[in-house]
């Protein structure tokens, strides 16, 4: 299990205890590929994920938000 960080514009639409499924991405960029992971029904996007870091698993649960300078992160823990 890893924690991975999300940003939520919005209250409310995740809690802790929550479980997500989420989609994966892609993104080829001058380093490499990139993968980012959005907990669906697109409540939450993560940041750049490099190739090596990919996960295994799209479920996740809800371990803590946070708000941060007007801004909502997530964080799930990811099998």
């Given at each position: 299990?890893?924690?991975i960080e999300f940003r939520m514009e919005r209250p409310?639409?995740?809690k802790?205890?929550?479980e997500a499924e989420m989609t994966e991405s892609v993104?080829?960029?001058l380093s490499g590929k990139m993968y980012y992971y959005t907990i669906e029904p697109a409540?939450?996007?993560s940041g750049n994920i490099p190739a090596?870091?990919?996960?295994?698993?799209?479920?996740?649960r809800i371990k803590d938000v946070k708000l941060?300078?007007?801004v909502?992160?997530?964080i799930a823990e990811c099998e």
């Open positions: 299990m890893r924690d409310d639409l995740l802790p205890g929550d993104l080829d960029t409540l939450a996007m090596k870091q990919r996960l295994h698993s799209l479920h996740c941060e300078n007007s909502y992160t997530v």
